[in-house]
């Protein structure tokens, strides 16, 4: 059975609950859109989940984020399809949902409450967009990419044994 993650905003006004199968916080993107947006230390660590068991109390408390994309990757400046759920009274990043992979949604590891596994090496990603000021605190196993990883988020859990039935 997966792993039952419950969520709040800093203010309590937007509640959620989400079952994941992948839920160990390993992966740190540095990408402007994921530091400005929720990134104190200058990258946001995002989770994967079960769209169809996302249960929200509050919702009439959500805003949502669509990010524009324009640099050397993206030359024409285009509207991200991802839906960056947020707590429009405190202001905190919950969740992100894109429809091109409706079966997913993405929360994000600051705003969950239950307790997380601890990862036994993260991965690093976007570091071609880090700000300036950060240093990646890189550990011995750690995976370092300037863009993407090879692996998704699920391939990840299940090659480490980490899947969550």
């Given amino acids: 059975m997966a792993m039952k993650l419950e969520g ?3 203010c ?6 989400v079952d994941s199968h992948t839920p160990v916080p390993y992966q740190l993107c540095y990408c402007s859109i994921c530091r400005k947006q929720q990134g104190g230390g200058g990258y946001a660590i995002n989770l994967g ?3 169809r068991t ?26 991200s399809t991802g839906e960056r759920n947020f707590c429009r009274e405190c ?3 919950l969740w992100l949902y894109d429809p091109t992979w409706p079966g997913l949604v993405h929360p994000f590891a600051s705003a969950i409450d239950t ?3 601890e990862p036994p090496e993260r991965v690093h990603l976007m570091l071609k967009y880090k700000a300036n000021w950060v240093e990646p605190d890189i550990r011995g196993n750690d995976a370092t990419f300037e863009l993407y990883p090879e692996d998704s988020i699920a391939d990840w859990h299940k090659k480490r044994g980490l899947w969550v039935d």
């Fill in 54 to 79: 996302l249960e929200i109390i509050g919702k009439e408390h959500l805003g949502v984020y669509r990010a524009e994309i324009e640099d050397d990757e993206h030359p024409v400046c285009e509207t």
């Fill in 49 to 51: 989940a079960d769209a």
């Fill in 8 to 10: 709040s905003c800093r």
């Fill in 115 to 117: 307790d997380l596994p």
């Fill in 12 to 17: 309590g006004a937007v509640r959620f609950t």
């Fill in 91 to 93: 202001g905190t990043a």
